[in-house]
């Protein structure tokens, strides 16, 4: 079974400073892996996606995020933090098949200070 | 821009009493979930649907919980009779993609509080 790993519950980062979060996959195939961002009571919104190809994605709002098959890691990156990214940010993996479905991590909350 | 359309909202029930709550996913997206998140975890897959069938119902507490697409384009989730623990936020999402997981688009949720 797939299951993903972010280790760290809570992460507060100053407003311009560099910001990663760190997410393990568990999969038996090549990984489908996503992040995605959660704002307070609201619904995910994508941020970017990996599927193949160049291991470092480029997303919106200015993250990045590269895969480690041999560290089975999907770290999310952004190199200046600002005070609107405070939120809850979610890696995922996705299998393939007949039952296609999207399997969550616990989350990481990232608080800015200003 | 298209979304996913979820409602209501917020819902506030005591226990023991039933809920419904409503999905209308974008318009062509075969595929359909109801994910459930509770306060500080990540969302956990209820049940999948691919057109009108399930696909994926796994995970589903099917003692109190249904969930239907009788024509294959919005959903309902209902519970019956509701509990303290099923206080969450319950996501729809939907895919255009089958067999292949690409982008699932969520709605805003609905907030479930038992009383």
């Known amino acids: 079974a797939q299951s993903v790993t972010q280790p760290d519950i809570h992460i507060t980062v100053s407003e311009g400073a560099s910001l990663e979060l760190r997410c393990n996959y568990s999969?038996?195939?090549?990984?489908?892996l996503f992040w995605y961002v959660q704002s307070p009571g609201q619904g995910l919104q994508l941020l970017l996606k990996?599927?193949?190809?160049?291991?470092l994605v480029q997303g919106i709002k200015g993250f990045e995020a590269e895969f480690k098959r041999s560290q089975s890691s999907f770290n999310l990156r952004k190199p200046s933090v600002h005070w609107s990214d405070a939120a809850e940010y979610f890696c995922?993996?996705?299998?393939?098949?007949?039952?296609?479905?999207?399997?969550f991590g616990t989350g990481t909350r990232l608080q800015v200070t200003l | 821009e298209a979304e996913v359309a979820q409602s209501p909202r917020y819902k506030i029930t005591e226990k023991s009493q039933a809920v419904a709550f409503w999905c209308d996913p974008i318009?062509?997206?075969?595929?359909l979930y109801w994910y459930r998140q509770i306060l500080g975890q990540g969302p956990e897959l209820l049940v999948q649907?691919?057109?009108?069938?399930?696909?994926?119902d796994s995970q589903l507490p099917k003692d109190r919980f249904s969930a239907e697409r009788l024509k294959g384009v919005d959903s309902t989730l209902k519970i019956q009779p509701a509990e303290l623990g099923d206080s969450a936020m319950y996501l729809c999402?939907?895919?255009?993609?089958?067999?292949?997981?690409?982008?699932?688009?969520f709605g805003e949720g609905s907030r479930l509080t038992v009383l």
């Open positions: 990996y599927f193949s190809g160049d291991t």
């Open positions: 999402a939907s895919s255009f993609s089958t067999g292949f997981v690409g982008e699932l688009f």
């Open positions: 995922a993996v996705g299998n393939t098949g007949t039952a296609s479905k999207l399997t």
């Open positions: 999969y038996g195939a090549t990984p489908y």
């Open positions: 649907f691919q057109d009108e069938s399930v696909v994926d």
């Open positions: 318009s062509g997206h075969a595929t």
